[in-house]
């Protein structure tokens, strides 16, 4: 598929979204704001191996975003906390990159930190100009399919109610489900002027002992997660079984925003297959690794993200960090379950299908 027919494609799902979303806006009874956002930024490109660094590269681009922010919700009214929720289209020009310059479209969930900090959540997919599916460079071992997923954290800076200064983490690849996918993560620094009728959340007089519930603090807890990874040897074919037994330890800041911590177990059978059919007794299939994290909870629905290093690892891994980004749905005050993506040093490896409990009073 060329890359004019996907961009092409996702501009039209992008404009079908904004046309969509203005007659669903208008049914709040409270204000609402919806703004459009244009940044300028330039980031340092870096491999998921280092024994390729000599590849890593500066890039530019532009981006642009529509935020709908809505107030007419009382449960994030007493929180004091009203998420915006939009979408981004961007573009990076990458000089001298062997997979080319890279476009992407991404869903985005904006919560306020404080009055001028806030964090936003990207998820969506990304399509390089010269993947290796369509040029067969055997050069390019970073990126082998022209449609990647795209995963984008950033916390930002607004001095005024127009300009902000963003730090953000990028991250691509195809999560091994198609050769080869070594991805590529970006450090990105920005700056965003903001177009349109901004609101502030209406002044509200709360009685704080009645309209704030008590949350517990401190939440420890467990989750089993099961995927399926891919080989990451190129003469043994097929999809194996990966298995991870999480403990998490979370600190409430608010009834609906948590930090906290993990430590992750793997049992991965694609370290352990090459061990079985070629005696690589060096290959070793049991991964131990920590991880912070924070979780942003909407109702029944959450989304946690974290990043932490490996503190047990296949020698065949050359970066020891990795990264998590999941969707999660609460059926019961103690029981969740959920789809995550694994970036396990820097490289989506696997999907994670989870079920969790929650050890609350």
């Known amino acids: 598929m060329k890359p004019v027919v996907v961009i092409s494609r996702l501009a039209a799902m992008a404009f079908l979204l904004l046309q ?7 049914q709040g009874a409270l204000p609402s704001s919806s703004t459009w956002e244009l940044s300028l930024n330039g980031s340092y490109m870096m491999t998921n191996n280092s024994r390729y660094s000599s590849n890593n590269s500066v890039a530019y681009g532009i981006e642009a975003a529509w935020l709908h922010r809505s107030f007419a919700d009382d449960y994030w009214r007493v ?35 404080s009055d001028r900090f806030h964090y936003t959540i990207g998820f969506g997919l990304s399509a390089y100009t010269k993947p290796f599916s369509l040029t067969g460079d055997t050069n390019n071992i970073f990126i082998g399919s022209l449609v990647n997923c795209l995963i984008d954290l950033s916390v930002s800076y607004t001095p005024t109610d127009r300009l902000a200064f963003n730090l953000s983490l990028l991250h691509t690849s195809n999560g091994m489900l198609y050769r080869p996918n070594q991805g590529l993560n970006y450090l990105q620094l920005g700056a965003t ?8 959340p209406p002044l509200m007089s709360f009685d704080t002992s009645q309209s704030t519930p008590h949350f517990q603090r401190v939440e420890p807890g467990i989750a089993l997660s099961l995927g399926t990874v891919m080989s990451r040897h190129f003469d043994v074919e097929g999809y194996f079984p990966c298995y991870d037994l999480s403990l998490n330890y979370m600190y409430f800041l608010s009834p609906v925003f948590s930090i906290g911590g993990t430590l992750d177990f793997w049992y991965n059978w694609v370290d352990h297959q090459p061990i079985v059919d070629k005696q690589m007794l060096h290959t070793f299939p049991v991964y131990v690794s920590a991880m912070f994290a924070f979780e942003s909870f909407f109702g029944p629905l959450s989304i946690k993200a974290g990043i932490g290093p490996a503190l047990i690892v296949s020698s065949e891994v050359t970066i020891p960090f990795y990264e998590r980004v999941g969707l999660y749905y609460s059926f019961h005050p ?5 789809v995550a993506l694994n970036a396990h040093a820097g490289r989506v490896e696997f999907i994670e299908w989870t079920y969790g409990f929650r050890l609350r009073e």
């Open 334 to 338: 103690c029981h969740y379950v959920g």
């Open 79 to 113: 929180r004091r906390r009203h998420p915006s929720f939009g979408i981004r289209a961007s573009y990076a020009r990458i000089p001298d990159n062997i997979a080319g310059d890279r476009y992407g479209l991404v869903g985005l969930l904006r919560r306020p930190l």
């Open 20 to 26: 969509a979303a203005p007659p669903l806006a208008a």
């Open 193 to 200: 002027y903001t177009f349109g009728r901004q609101v502030r």
